[in-house]
């Protein structure tokens, strides 16, 4: 049966099919989005709380917790982690990457209403959710600033005309604002006149929420006319609250503007951001899960110009930082890269034909092929990314392969006299099942890369389909199109006409042939010393594999450093300001800095007030000399220079599988029932860590040393004041904790009022002195401490005046947690890591391994990798799995297409000696064995195996048809498939070479996997082209002493009848 007779008997009808597949592809291609990786969706789901003014410990107990029972109640959930400090609770959940995020976030919701009415009564807002993709930052980053405006309103504007706005455009999928400076009016109260006026904070609070409401009121329907009821009950400015009567005293009003300072400024006075070195609003924008990054980019500077038009003169919008930058110039060097191959791989094949119409034939089939693909990469919703393109850089030297061996195949026949249609009819039918076998062999080598676990599974699974497609494309390209145009285009060209270029070409070919011929006699004239050297080739793969120093996912330069910054944990907001400040100053003046956006305060990412974030823009790469990570040891350097701050960075990758912020790039948990077990031997793991060679940036987010000061309230006398313990929380509150009492609502925007004391009064525990609290009960007598009395009766039930706050209770300084982490409701603490140059991830896990043994941890204090770390552990532990299933997989289908289950095993002989090449170029280079590179040894193993199957095919062939024996047979074949053996490995070699050459934005992603596979080429032809007909020979006399054996025994039990 010869597959491919009708269509080259049918040249019209198959070149329709081509153009068609052509014309499907190119407008797949054009509806394609673009994005650095696949999209992952990673399923995370975070849950934030917001309290101003509540300890670390109260949002623990009375936020985190019962938010916790809630959550951690919910199916498909593996793990929660939450911190809760001043003010903030925030809940991470992270669910099996089977589960749908819509489900997860229907359950979510379901949990936050079954808590709510554990939750605090007086919350400002409910807990509210995001759906999180850790693997997404944002793709545009904005600074709004203005000379001339206060930032309020600028990001008053932000609000109203700009986030809005960004919002409605396609693809953008959140818009967030840092600086913290929505407005607000606060009310700064004076403690002391309050007090002479027999008054308290609740007083006002109460004031407040009872002069500013905006309710219904109905309305009237008349006769002949409706009239709806409005009414002047909300109040908006601070003049208005400032006008608001508190009371009357001996005939005259007291106006609140008469005790208290009325203004209007942020709602938290206690977070900050700067654009360089400019307050600003910081507008940062993520798109939708699938959007094209580049699409959604252009769409968002489009827009930026009517944006500006529509601020106020004096209000300034700049772009701070683009992730397409990188992006696209990573795009267009792997694009430039597939064209390259391209161009590399036709020239190899011109190099061995020497014929342009047969060099055109099989060069017809890589676009052909590549571009079909693109049709089911739209199907199958994939994008442009480094990894796909990556994919189709790769499969330019397998597409080509096919065509080449047909080509080849019917060139020869050709040369033995046969005409073109008959050479193509009888050369396809010959080669077709050899065709068939190369195809399914090497897409069966890509079918465990489908069934990878955890997000790597998901990354890699769009590159393996799009290969896997690619091949699949060419292999029918290969039995249509090419056979078609040899018959139609190809002639044979007798020597005395061929030009002498193709004449010295054909004798430098013959040469190689001959000496191969020569060697290879040798070679099988001493088959044990060869099998020996196999042997020996085993072995070495698995000292290097043992040897060479493993990664996770190669560390980019995306352009863009992400840092977190430290300081001491008494430090103040006004203090934290000045050195974040400083140590931005110090940053923009490195020659490779473009620009950075600078926080602080507590909100969804940074967890405590002693903390901040920076991230760094660097220049693009042809504006700087040094790589990010050079830039990040320079930054460290210079950073020492600002005292009382320390600056940790890492350069921002495309992928990250982190759902928690730190300072460093690497994370593991320690947990225990106990916390202080944890404050115990974690500053010991640290402190043993920072002692090792592997590690720098060792840091851990245990904070137990911040300045508490501790109200020690003494009951029995606050009883007799009639005061309770509510009674002073509430106090408290409203002095310091910048209390939400009310809300002004306007049409475009809703915007709160603050009660707090003056800011003198919020500097120094001495402020308690200033606190005063009613006297609202019976008293049994009158006390010097109380500031004012109205009556000198012994028993009286009303009010008789206020009391200090220090009166009844004791104040005590003393050290407390500024932020608690727990981990699957235990609790945590989070220590983070670096590693130095020349050591490995692997290396690390066995230093912190180390470590943990020398310290005798106890055995309740559990430690778990995070993020990166632990996705590194879960594949490590199942690459050889991996690589054992590809071998299984190629087995299978290799017996099933030979029916033996001996030439399979000669086939996967070949494999060792290009896993010896792909190691040894890794090491050479300094390169670890990083998932990309495992992903380019499960190629080799699908691209080695083909100089096998060429040699056995036509040798079981000999023997079968030419009753030629075992070595006669494989020596005709090894000469016979020297050349479409050299050319599609060649092919091949040439095809990653763009790769393994690979410089620019995303070159840390190509180079590994350019690496192995031309390492793994250049050794396993020079040992294949040998050791496999010598192992086809040993399997060979193994199953002829198997067969006589059978024999033997069916002739005595012949003769046993």
Avoid at 20 to 30: D, K, P
Avoid at 927 to 943: K, T
Wanted: aromatic content about 6%; hydrophobic content about 45%; charged content about 15%.
């Amino acid at each position: 049966m010869n597959p491919s007779r009708l269509f080259i008997q049918r040249p019209v009808a198959t070149i329709l099919l081509m153009v068609g597949v052509l014309i499907a592809g190119i407008f797949s291609y054009r509806f394609l989005s673009t994005s650095a990786l696949p999209q992952v969706d990673y399923p995370t789901i975070q849950v934030t709380t917001l309290y101003p003014g509540a300890s670390p410990d109260v949002m623990a107990s009375s936020v985190t917790s019962p938010l916790e029972r809630q959550l951690g109640q919910m199916a498909g959930l593996s793990q929660m982690t939450s911190t809760s400090s001043s003010g903030s609770s925030i809940v991470t959940l992270k669910f099996s990457l089977d589960l749908s995020l819509d489900v997860a976030e229907q359950e979510v919701q379901a949990a936050i209403n079954a808590a709510n009415n554990l939750l605090p009564s007086d919350l400002p807002n409910p807990p509210t959710y995001k759906k999180v993709n850790p693997a997404d930052t944002a793709v545009i980053t904005l600074a709004v600033s203005s000379d001339t405006l206060p930032l309020t309103q600028v990001q008053d504007l932000v609000n109203t005309r700009v986030a809005l706005k960004l919002s409605q455009i396609n693809g953008v999928g959140m818009v967030t604002l840092a600086g913290g400076h929505q407005p607000a009016i606060r009310v700064q109260m004076d403690p002391k006149a309050l007090a002479a006026h027999k008054l308290s904070l609740e007083d006002v609070n109460t004031l407040i929420s009872n002069s500013n409401v905006n309710g219904s009121k109905g309305g009237f329907d008349g006769k002949y006319h409706s009239v709806t009821i409005d009414a002047n009950d909300q109040l908006r400015t601070a003049d208005e609250y400032g006008n608001l009567i508190i009371t009357y005293q001996n005939g005259a009003a007291l106006r609140l503007k008469d005790i208290a300072h009325i203004e209007q400024g942020p709602e938290n006075s206690f977070q900050s951001a700067w654009a360089n070195n400019s307050p600003a609003i910081v507008v940062s924008v993520q798109r939708q899960p699938g959007a094209n990054v580049i699409q959604v980019v252009d769409s968002i500077k489009a827009q930026l110009p009517k944006l500006q038009a529509a601020l106020p003169d004096g209000v300034k919008m700049s772009i701070l930082s683009d992730r397409t930058q990188t992006i696209r110039a990573s795009i267009s060097d792997v694009q430039f890269e597939l064209m390259l191959s391209v161009a590399l791989v036709v020239m190899v094949t011109f190099l061995f034909l020497r014929n342009v119409a047969a060099t055109l034939i099989p060069s017809v089939a890589v676009p052909l092929s590549l571009i079909g693909t693109f049709g089911v990469m739209y199907l199958a919703d994939f994008s442009l990314n480094n990894l796909s393109l990556m994919a189709l850089t790769i499969a330019t030297g397998f597409v080509i392969d096919d065509a080449i061996v047909v080509v080849e195949n019917i060139s020869r026949r050709l040369e033995e006299g046969e005409t073109p249609m008959q050479a193509a009819l009888k050369g396809s039918q010959q080669i077709g099942f050899t065709i068939i076998s190369l195809t399914f062999s090497l897409i069966a080598v890509l079918i465990p890369l489908l069934f990878m676990g955890d997000v790597v599974g998901r990354l890699f699974r769009e590159f393996a389909i799009t290969l896997a497609v690619s091949i699949l494309v060419s292999m029918v390209v290969s039995l249509t199109l090419t056979p078609m145009l040899c018959a139609y285009l190809l002639q044979h060209i007798p020597p005395e006409k061929q030009s002498r270029f193709s004449r010295k070409g054909g004798e430098v070919f013959d040469k190689l042939v001959r000496g191969y011929d020569r060697l290879l006699t040798v070679v099988l004239n001493h088959q044990k010393l060869t099998l020996l050297v196999a042997l020996a080739t085993f072995a070495l793969t698995a000292l290097l594999y043992i040897a060479i120093p493993k990664g996770f996912f190669p560390t980019q330069d995306t352009g863009l450093i992400q840092g977190v910054t430290v300081a001491s944990q008494d430090v103040s907001f006004s203090e934290m300001s000045k050195r974040q400040q400083a140590l931005a100053q110090v940053i923009l003046q490195n020659p490779s800095v473009e620009s950075l956006s600078s926080t602080i305060g507590i909100d969804g990412s940074n967890t405590s007030l002693n903390s901040g974030r920076i991230q760094i823009n660097l220049k693009s790469f042809d504006d700087r000399d040094d790589k990010a990570d050079v830039v990040i040891k320079q930054l460290q350097q210079a950073a020492v220079q600002v005292a009382g701050i320390q600056l940790y960075l890492q350069p921002a990758q495309d992928l990250t599988v982190n759902d928690q912020v730190s300072p460093s790039q690497y994370q593991f948990t320690l947990d225990d029932a106990d916390s202080e077990n944890l404050v115990s031997w974690t500053p010991k793991m640290v402190a043993a860590l920072q002692q090792r060679p592997e590690f720098n940036g060792v840091v851990s987010n245990l904070q137990d040393q911040g300045r508490v000061a501790y109200v020690e309230l003494n009951r029995d006398k606050a009883a007799r004041y009639g005061i309770t313990a509510a009674d002073v929380d509430t106090a408290l509150y409203n002095s310091f904790g910048q209390r939400l009492v009310s809300t002004i609502f306007t049409q475009a925007n809703q915007y709160r009022v603050v009660l707090e004391v003056a800011p003198q009064y919020q500097q120094s525990p001495a402020s308690f002195d200033d606190v005063y609290l009613p006297v609202t009960s019976s008293s049994t007598s009158s006390s010097d401490d109380s500031s004012t009395s109205s009556s000198s009766s012994d028993d009286t039930s009303t009010t008789t005046g206020m009391v200090k706050l220090t009166s009844i209770a004791t104040i005590h300084q003393r050290t407390g947690s500024l932020m608690h982490m727990r981990l699957n409701q235990f609790p945590a603490v989070m220590v983070s890591f670096n590693l130095n140059s020349g050591y490995s991830l692997e290396d690390g896990q066995k230093a912190i391994a180390e470590v943990t043994q020398q310290l005798n941890l106890p055995s309740s204090i559990t430690l778990r990798y995070q993020g990166e770390t632990s996705a590194f552990q879960s594949a490590t532990g199942n690459t050889l799995w991996l690589i054992l299933a590809a071998l299984i997989t190629m087995y299978v289908v290799l017996g099933i297409l030979y029916e033996s289950f001996i030439h399979p095993v000669t086939i996967l002989s070949t494999l060792p000696s290009a896993a010896v090449g792909a190691l040894l170029t890794l090491l050479l280079a300094g390169s670890e064995f990083s998932l990309i590179a495992l992903i380019g040894v499960i190629l080799l193993i699908g691209i080695v195996k083909k100089n096998a199957i060429m040699m056995i095919d036509f040798a079981l062939e000999a023997e079968n048809k030419q009753h030629m024996s075992a070595r006669e047979a494989i020596h005709q074949a090894c000469l016979l498939r020297f050349r479409p053996i050299l050319m599609t490995t060649m092919a091949a070699l040439l095809g990653a070479l763009p790769l393994m050459l690979a410089s620019g934005s995303g070159a840390e992603l190509r180079q590994p996997l350019g690496l192995v596979i031309v390492g793994g080429l250049i050794v396993s032809q020079v040992l294949t082209l040998f050791s496999t007909p010598v192992i086809y020979l040993w399997f060979d006399g193994i199953a002829q002493r198997g067969k006589r054996y059978m024999q033997r025994k069916q002739q005595q039990a012949r003769g046993d009848r």
